[in-house]
């Protein structure tokens, strides 16, 4: 399984984990840089696309990973307190309503 934003297993970490729990395919090789590249990555793929195309693509990542196995409420509570220090206040409330909405 590689390791990027569409995948949230690779975000199943807490503020004391610094290996974001070997989210590069079952090792030890994800670091904070790696995860931090990968956000950067996934941004500028996403940058170009309308709120609805991205919480289209939210809902089908989501339903993809529960279909995995995954995803838990966790692992989106993580990937949401990783993403909101970038984002503005009305953003962090939509995304914590979109997460709140597949828990």
Do not use: H, W
Request: aromatic residues 10%; proline residues 3%.
């Amino acid at each position: 399984m590689s390791k990027n934003i569409r995948n949230f297993k690779g975000y199943n970490n807490n503020s004391n984990n610094k290996n974001y729990n070997n989210c590069n395919t079952g090792t030890n090789n994800c670091n904070k840089s790696d995860v931090e590249k990968d956000v950067q990555s996934q941004f500028n793929k996403y940058s170009g696309y309308s709120e609805n195309q991205l919480i289209e693509e939210f809902y089908k990542e989501v339903y993809k990973q529960q279909q995995l196995g995954n995803l838990n409420p966790q692992m989106l509570q993580n990937f949401y307190n990783m993403m909101s220090p970038n984002m503005t206040p009305a953003q962090k409330k939509k995304m914590k309503d979109l997460i709140d909405s597949v828990k």
